[in-house]
Nanobody, 125 residues
Framework: VQLQASGGGLVQAGGSLRLSCTASERTFSRYAAGWFRQAPRKEREFVAAISWSGVSTYFADSVKGRFTISRDNAKKTVSLQMNSLKPEDTAVYYC???????????????????WGQGTQVTVSS
């Protein structure tokens, strides 16, 4: 499975960005997906996850209420809408996927099998 992330950029604090992740896999609808981020000199951290159906979602406390995750299985895409951005949201954002038709969502990098190349998000103060 190949994942292609896009949508990053430079935005002022309080602004919004929408990240997209497009999968090559025909059966992507049977995969759970997630977004992680990694800031310089920090470990990769969980941001949000969504189940194969889109019914279940889960967010890190740091982004809850500001970020939303959604998916369009027909288009094989997962999106991360980021609102009220803060300078501490600055990082490289990665999308990830794992075959999973259950409802339990992974919150650690080790729980995902496939990764996109990352897209830079920079929030200026």
């Amino acid at each position: 499975v190949q994942l292609q992330a896009s949508g990053g950029g430079l935005v002022q604090a309080g602004g919004s960005l929408r990240l997209s992740c497009t999968a090559s896999e025909r059966t992507f609808s049977r995969y759970a997906a997630g977004w992680f981020r990694q800031a310089p000199r920090k470990e990769r951290e969980f941001v949000a996850a969504i189940s194969w159906s889109g019914v279940s979602t889960y967010f890190a406390d740091s982004v809850k209420g500001r970020f939303t995750i959604s998916r369009d299985n027909a288009k094989k895409t997962v999106s991360l809408q980021m609102n009220s951005l803060k300078p501490e949201d600055t990082a490289v954002y990665y999308c990830a996927a794992v075959p999973n038709v259950g409802t339990k969502l992974g919150t650690t990098p080790a729980m995902y099998d496939y990764w996109g190349q990352g897209t830079q998000v920079t929030v200026s103060s």
